[in-house]
Every structure is written in structure tokens, then in C-alpha cells.
């Protein structure tokens, strides 16, 4: 089965940045869309960024538009998220997935195998 890892997360005042990364295992990594969601506490789990398998196309939520830069290098079985301008607000545990290749981008339900999650805390 596909397995998801990420990494990068940690503590980051505001202002500052982080890069997520997100190691997958499976020889049809190219093949599938990716997708970043995140979750705080005491809140569903949220959709962040998503990007198809060509590198082509790219989604956003409004919140994190001209902020973060989702990104994907498939020689290497790996997904980023580059955060620039943390806001605390962006505090949350971030989780990689792969996009169902008949299903959306927005909805955790389009998505099939997710990682464990890093935490990413911005601190004010």
C-alpha cells in the first residue's frame, strides 16, 4: 500500500516560513493528484493546497493564496509546501494525501492515503 511521511514542521514566529515535505512510497506516485489539508484543534479538517500529477494545475484555499506555494518533484516520490508569511492562524497539524484520480481537490473525501501529519505552530 501507498504510504505517506511527512516532515518539516515546528515552531516558526510570525512572519517566518516553513517547508513541508512529504515522502511517498508506490511506483504510481506520478500518477495520482496530491493534496495538503490541515486541522486545528477543535475544527474539521481543512483543505490547504492540491496539485495535479503533471504539475500543471495547483488549487488554494483563499486563506493561504500568495502565501503558500505547493510543489511536487516526482523523480522523487515528493510533495512540498513552502509556507511564507506564517500567520498563528496557520497553526494546525498539516497532512499530505493522494487524490482519488476520478474525485475533486477540496474535500478530505477525494483523497485516499494520508500521512500521519507534523505539527506546524506559529507563534504571535
Known amino acids: 500500500q501507498v504510504q505517506l511521511v511527512e516532515s518539516g514542521g515546528g515552531l516558526v514566529q510570525a512572519g517566518g516560513s516553513l517547508r513541508l515535505s512529504c515522502a511517498a512510497s508506490?511506483?504510481?506516485?506520478?500518477?495520482?493528484?496530491m493534496g495538503w489539508f490541515r486541522q486545528a484543534p477543535g475544527k474539521e479538517r481543512e483543505f490547504v493546497a492540491a496539485?495535479?500529477?503533471?504539475?500543471?494545475?495547483?488549487y488554494y484555499t483563499d486563506s493561504v493564496k500568495g502565501r503558500f506555494t505547493i510543489s511536487r518533484d516526482n523523480a522523487k516520490n515528493t510533495v512540498y509546501l513552502q509556507m511564507d508569511s506564517l500567520k498563528p492562524e496557520d497553526t494546525a497539524v498539516y497532512y499530505c494525501?493522494?487524490?482519488?484520480?476520478?474525485?475533486?481537490?477540496?474535500?478530505?473525501?477525494?483523497?485516499?492515503?494520508w500521512g500521519q501529519g507534523t505539527q506546524v505552530t506559529v507563534s504571535s
Open positions: 508506490g511506483r504510481t506516485f506520478s500518477s495520482y493528484g
Open positions: 496539485i495535479n500529477w503533471s504539475s500543471t494545475s495547483t
Open positions: 494525501a493522494r487524490r482519488y484520480s476520478s474525485g475533486g481537490y477540496y474535500d478530505p473525501r477525494d483523497y485516499d492515503y
